[in-house]
């Protein structure tokens, strides 16, 4: 056992928490001795989430029977808060991802207690994403047009369009995640298996665990599928949002043709999401009472992922300021003075402080260890995001190249009830979920403390 | 007949399995609470062909995917716009590379379970005393039939090795 490795544990686990036992104890505890637990906070929890949901779903009903024309949308700003939705969404969804896979190839241990519930938050995150573009359409029941299948009208999908692009990298994403996610349960749901005592509970996790039994040479083939997935996973996430960016890049719209724009969509998807997962970790920390497992030092490399992204964003921002002067185009430039002092200009300021601004007090070692602080900058980093998008889609669209078609875009009350039904529903399927599956990977953690438990 | 040792942890684990072998012993297999490095080497395995399976699945997949974009546009479906050229490949990469990645994905899961003799929701060992802990905190190290010899004498060295219980149970 090397220092190094010692000083991981030390770090990222308490002392309640270097027991295998302790860390069966702690994760399985939700699960399968529930009755302990007073679970008012979830109820209450779950109630609001129902209500919103129940919002979403009245929505998604109107917009289906009246069509897109109950939300704001005008001849002019034809994408509207749907468009900036399905970028926020895909891009928390994108944070799962990076922690799961990209902090596994390197080696970074700390991943081991946050990376399962990040996962299922890219799961929902990206389902929910996925939503909007087929909501957006239009005529929704033609959705499955964009798949090449023989049909009697002998036509296929343009493959030029970003739209197939898009959803060709939404469905290819969710389905890996789920196949990931899922995967990288087995061997937890073979000890949920084996703890359960009631008989619902054994034949619904044993059935789920595919009779996982711990053999070396499963272990053996687990670890090579795993890790050629997070290869995998990698290049997938980075294409994802770079082909959300390349949905406006490819276009001919003042800021919204940029170079930058797929990975500076990367970077801010990374952003947002590594946001919402310190916000998730937060909460299950508390409800489920994980503070052995998730330290204050989880807290503090999260909050310094995010400096380093809020960083990039601000130079990105100010690459396209720059972009937009060197480019000598008139409307560019009209567009980013539009931006800083039009009337969406509250929002572009806000949006500057909120990710790039306030993140600078993640200088400071005591603002990255205090969970409240975290939390707190979290929430606004994800409101400042969803500023930038929201700027993003309708800047460009209400000021383009003719003065003549310039309109402002006014949300209607079907646009507020869609964004906040989507966030009840994602808080509805997460607190379920948590009450059916095992929110921290309980082997990766056990072989994470395995040095310290060793006699 | 199987012999079943209990280790402490899973370096004590590796370390017997080694020296069973040295002594002529070959372990069947060990179960462990989470992967042991180096043990699947120790315990002789075929080689894995996870990572072809994917190969070739992610790659025919997405070749087939091109093809099929490339048959759509240039021939069954060509739509001359402005004279651009109809086998316009930049736009045609992102396709195949999204679904060729998920069908490695899925390709390789369907190895897995094809090499692993996964699912299967029963097994012999199962029944043995103390197996329910694998998936807890216990390492396992099994051997079938020690008939080559006394397995007293196996008993004796894992005993050494560090066992901390060492018992039989017929599947």
Redesign the interface.
């Given at each position: 056992m090397s220092a190094a490795q010692t000083r991981d544990v030390r770090r990222w686990t308490l002392p309640a928490g270097r027991e295998y036992e302790a860390v069966n104890v702690l994760v399985s505890a939700p699960l399968l001795r529930r009755h302990e637990w007073r679970w008012r906070a979830w109820w209450i929890g779950l109630a609001v989430s129902g209500l919103f949901t129940a919002v979403m779903a009245v929505t998604i009903f109107r917009v289906l029977s009246h069509g897109v024309g109950i939300w704001g949308y005008n001849t002019t700003v034809v994408w509207g808060f749907p468009l900036a939705n399905y970028v926020w969404w895909i891009g928390i969804g994108n944070a799962g991802t990076l922690i799961s896979s990209m902090l596994l190839l390197m080696r970074q241990s700390w991943r081991t207690s946050i990376n399962r519930f990040a996962e299922a938050m890219t799961l929902f995150a990206a389902s929910i994403a996925g939503l909007y573009p087929i909501l957006h359409l239009g005529r929704p029941e033609y959705f499955y047009w964009l798949i090449p299948y023989p049909n009697t009208m002998n036509l296929w999908p343009q493959w030029r369009s970003a739209l197939i692009w898009d959803f060709w990298a939404i469905l290819s994403y969710l389905l890996f995640s789920i196949i990931f996610w899922y995967f990288g349960m087995i061997p937890d749901l073979a000890t949920l298996r084996d703890r359960a005592t009631g008989h619902g509970a054994r034949c619904f996790y044993g059935a789920l665990a595919l009779g996982w039994r711990g053999s070396a040479r499963h272990w053996w083939l687990y670890e090579i599928y795993h890790t050629t997935m997070a290869c995998l996973a990698v290049p997938l996430v980075v294409s994802l949002h770079s082909v959300v960016g390349l949905d406006f890049a490819a276009s001919l719209m003042p800021g919204w043709q940029e170079t930058i724009f797929p990975p500076y969509f990367v970077i801010g998807a990374m952003y947002s999401g590594f946001a919402m997962v310190a916000l998730l970790t937060a909460l299950l920390r508390w409800g489920f009472r994980l503070q052995a497992l998730i330290t204050l030092a989880h807290f503090d490399v999260m909050a310094k992922i995010m400096l380093a992204a809020s960083l990039i964003m601000g130079l990105s921002y100010a690459t396209e300021w720059f972009a937009a002067w060197y480019h000598g185009e008139h409307t560019e430039r009209a567009l980013v003075i539009f931006q800083l002092t039009g009337p969406y200009a509250p929002i572009y300021w806000c949006m500057l402080l909120f990710n790039v601004a306030l993140p600078q007090a993640f200088w400071s070692p005591r603002v990255r260890r205090s969970v409240l602080a975290v939390v707190a900058i979290s929430v606004f980093i994800n409101v400042g995001m969803w500023f930038e998008r929201i700027g993003i889609v309708t800047g460009t669209l209400s000021h383009d190249y003719s003065p003549s078609m310039w309109r402002l875009f006014f949300p209607t009350f079907w646009d507020w009830s869609m964004l906040f039904g989507a966030l009840g529903f994602f808080g509805l399927l997460y607190l379920v979920l948590a009450r059916l599956f095992p929110m921290v990977s309980m082997h990766e953690v056990r072989r994470l403390i395995a040095d310290e438990v060793r006699p | 007949m199987i012999l079943l040792a209990r280790f402490?942890?899973?370096?004590a684990l590796a370390g017997a399995a080694h020296k069973a072998r040295a002594s002529g012993y070959r372990p069947a297999?060990?179960?462990?609470?989470?992967?042991?490095d180096g043990?699947?080497e120790t315990?002789e395995?075929q080689p894995?062909y996870?990572?072809v399976a994917?190969f070739i699945g992610?790659a025919g997949v997405a070749a087939l995917a091109y093809a099929?974009?490339w048959y759509?546009?240039v021939l069954?479906?060509p739509?001359d716009s402005g004279g651009r050229p109809l086998h316009?490949w930049p736009?045609?990469v992102?396709?195949p590379?999204?679904?060729g990645?998920?069908a490695?994905?899925?390709s390789?899961?369907i190895?897995?379970f094809w090499?692993?003799g996964?699912?299967?929701?029963?097994?012999p060992?199962?029944d043995a005393d103390g197996?329910?802990?694998?998936?807890?905190?216990a390492f396992l190290l099994a051997f079938t039939a020690p008939d080559k010899s006394d397995p007293r004498k196996l008993r004796t060295l894992l005993r050494d090795a560090g066992a901390l219980a060492v018992w039989e149970m017929t599947p």
């Open positions: - | 402490a942890h899973g370096d297999d060990a179960f462990t609470p989470f992967p042991i043990l699947a315990l395995t894995p996870i990572r994917m992610g099929v974009e759509s546009a069954d479906y739509i316009s736009t045609f992102l396709f590379f999204a679904i990645i998920l490695a994905a899925i390789g899961l190895a897995f090499q692993s996964l699912p299967r929701l029963h097994h060992l199962f197996f329910e802990r694998v998936s807890q905190d």
